[in-house]
């Protein structure tokens, strides 16, 4: 206080205000007695800080004031607390980057003013390929560290007045301003995927390779709001993921549609399933030494009222991509379970049914605890159930996959492989695993007759399977030629429309009781 004796309030002024600013405070002080706000001052050390002011006038007996008294509040904490919470609203936490919340807000000026200038734009939706097996195999703390790398990358390609954003996980978005046509904006995208090509040097020594898929929505031709450039730039980027990875692709006016009629499918599959829509066919197994049936496959189907019979190849898809094929498999095995009882206490021959299970249901948590507790449930001999994989579900994560699979080996259950030679088709990673069966695509069952490389990958397959002790199906066989060839090079057992189509369970029953046998006819395939 003695350091203020004899000075006057200027000592303290900050010069961040104006002569108004005072002035307009000596005229509420004049005409109420009090002010008070925020102000900056000078501390006695030379800092400026913010401060709650309250001035209050003191009368003399005339009523007229003769003096003031000021009490000021440092309020640097508050401030910056303040500062903080507004940060933390409009940036992302991990990046620094810009969020979603103060993106819309950009985007929204930048429309104004390309509208204005007549000027186009471009926004570009950038989803990092199968991000989610770095997270699951690594943790999230070196998720975090890639995400970190690859936002700084993504920064420093930008163009000074590029706004790039994080719309959370590994989705980012890039607002590209005053292009000249929308070959420039491919020009950016081709950019941004050769400046992520180049590996990620992380904290635990290891460098991580980073592709990614890009959609780009341009303005006006793609839309003329935020809503709408955002939406057809994240279709585009779904496009980009179909065509394979590392790609970009520009948002087309049909895309939209499609994704609507996605969405109304996507509705209706939910509610097919909460109202029992669903339904299961089996397709028998033969073998093709006997030429008896050995087993089936039990295939989901959607009977849509007022529809019909909707086709896999358009449901499947999408229950994979929303993840309603965990609880469409879950469905499936209790329903085949329970039929495999019913069959039993019929008194039927028992007879092995397979159920397929998705890449994503497989990585589903508890997947070995619903298996054991539905055998259980319909005390159904565990030799009895098989389970199809496919080579996608083997090559996520193949410690784990193998440690599962042995676990299910374990409970009795048969294991076969699906779709054998569609995908990766790592012939070295078969001896890993604990399978029982693999099974021949349809795609090169169908050209045996005709072309020698369907042919001898069959042929292949056979050999591979012999050697491992794997019994092999083939599946889609049609043709008596088909039949015959397969019998000579000692495939196991077939499926397809030659012996029977997929059948509901009633005339699947029939079958059983007939107890069907197929004669294979010697005949000299060209």
């Known amino acids: ?39 900056w001052n ?46 933390l609203a409009h940036y992302d936490s991990l990046t620094g980057l810009p969020n979603r919340v103060l993106l819309g807000s950009r985007l929204q000026e930048s429309l104004v003013n390309a509208q204005r200038h007549n000027s186009e734009l471009a926004v570009l939706f950038i989803d990092l390929d199968d991000f989610k097996s770095i997270n699951d195999s ?20 930008m163009r000074d007045h590029d706004i790039l954003a994080r719309l959370g996980g590994d989705e980012f978005l890039l607002l590209a301003e005053n292009l000249g046509s929308a070959e420039q904006a491919g020009i950016v995208a081709r950019d941004l995927l050769a400046i992520l090509s180049s590996p990620f040097a992380l904290s635990n020594s290891m460098e991580i390779y980073v592709e990614a898929c890009i959609g780009i929505a341009m303005h006006p031709d793609n839309g003329d709001t935020v809503e709408a450039l955002m939406r057809n730039a994240d279709t585009a980027m779904y496009k ?6 590392n790609k970009f692709c520009f948002y087309l006016e049909e895309m939209g549609s499609a994704v609507v009629e996605q969405l109304e499918l996507e509705t209706a599959l939910r509610q097919g399933i909460e109202r029992n829509q669903l339904v299961l066919q089996y397709q028998p197994k033969v073998s093709l030494s006997t030429g008896k049936m050995t087993g089936a496959e039990a295939l989901v189907r959607w ?47 028992p007879i092995q049914v397979a159920v397929n299970v998705s890449a994503r249901q497989f990585r589903a948590a508890g997947l070995l605890k619903l298996i054991q507790d539905t055998l259980i449930e319909f005390d159904i001999p565990p030799a009895l159930l098989e389970l199809e994989i496919t080579e996608s579900a083997l090559m996520e994560d193949p410690d784990d996959v193998k440690e599962v699979l042995q676990q299910l080996k374990e409970l009795g259950l048969y294991i076969a492989l699906d779709d054998f030679g569609t995908g990766f088709s790592n ?16 795609s090169f069952v169908e050209n045996i007759n005709a072309d020698h490389h369907s042919r001898n990958l069959v042929d292949s397959v056979i050999d591979l399977a012999r050697n491992l002790n794997l019994k092999t199906v083939a599946e889609g066989v049609e043709t008596l ?39 294979i006819p010697d005949i000299e395939l060209p």
Request: hydrophobic share 40%; charged share 25%.
């Open 427 to 442: 012939m070295a990673y078969l001896s890993r695993f604990s399978l029982d069966v693999l099974k021949i695509d349809t």
């Open 138 to 157: 690594m943790g999230h703390t070196i998720g975090d560290e890639l995400l970190v790398a690859v936002a700084e990358r993504l920064r420093s390609s």
């Open 240 to 245: 980009a993921k179909k065509l394979g990875r």
């Open 42 to 87: 000078r501390h006695k050390e030379g800092n400026i800080k913010p401060q709650w002011l309250s001035i209050s006038a003191v009368s003399a007996d005339n009523n007229t004031p003769d003096r003031y008294v000021a009490i000021y509040t440092d309020i640097s904490d508050l401030k910056k607390t303040e500062a903080e919470l507004k940060y």
């Open 303 to 349: 009977l849509r009222p007022g529809v019909g019979m909707i086709s896999p190849n358009l449901f499947i898809p999408i229950a994979e991509r929303s993840g309603l094929i965990v609880p469409i498999g879950e469905w499936v095995l209790r329903t085949a379970c329970a039929q495999i009882r019913s069959w039993l206490d019929g008194g039927f021959t």
């Open 481 to 519: 030629e088909q039949l015959v060839y397969l019998r000579e090079q000692e495939c196991d057992e077939f499926q397809g429309y030659y012996f029977s189509r997929p059948l509901d369970v009633d005339a699947f029953t029939v079958l059983l009781r007939e107890g069907r046998c197929l004669e």
């Open 1 to 39: 206080e003695l350091d203020l004796l004899d000075k006057t309030p200027s000592v303290l002024n900050a010069s961040r205000h104006s002569d108004e600013f005072f002035a307009e405070m000596m005229n509420t002080l004049r005409s109420t007695g009090a002010w008070h706000g925020e102000i």
